[in-house]
């Protein structure tokens, strides 16, 4: 049972920067995976990025490699999604998710998943 929190979300400029954080609590073990999804009003949710818990290997989209990353602190229980050089396609609700996870960009991977955080890019 574990439950996450995303944050960090809001308006930026076309360009700009945002870092959202996805705080966890309960067990993680080592084959714990988290990653981030998306979902864009009218669109699939999309994935992002994942992470493995205890070796961080990362995963991402290919689309979004270059803008994005995504890193942990394990002794925060917190995973971070770092996005730079943001578009206005970037805009939507972006989830936390984890669990043990054999397909990390597939969403029937995951089940824990956050509330979402809202991303908002203006031009």
């Known amino acids: 049972q574990v439950r996450l929190v995303e944050s960090g979300g809001g308006l930026v400029q076309a360009g700009g920067s945002l870092r959202l954080s996805c705080a966890a609590s309960?067990?993680?073990?080592?084959?714990?995976?988290m990653g981030w999804f998306r979902r864009a009003p009218g669109k699939e949710r999309e994935f992002v990025a994942a992470?493995?818990?205890?070796?961080?290997?990362?995963y991402y989209a290919d689309s979004l490699k270059g803008r994005f990353t995504i890193s942990r602190d394990n002794a925060k229980n917190t995973v971070y999604l770092q996005m730079n050089s943001l578009k206005p396609e970037d805009t939507a609700v972006y989830y936390c998710?984890?669990?043990?996870?054999?397909?990390?960009?597939?969403?029937?991977?995951?089940?824990?998943w956050g509330q979402g955080t809202q991303v908002t890019v203006s031009s």
């Open positions: 998710a984890g669990g043990h996870s054999l397909v990390p960009s597939s969403w029937r991977s995951y089940n824990s």
């Open positions: 309960g067990r993680i073990d080592n084959s714990y995976t």
């Open positions: 992470i493995s818990w205890s070796g961080g290997v990362t």
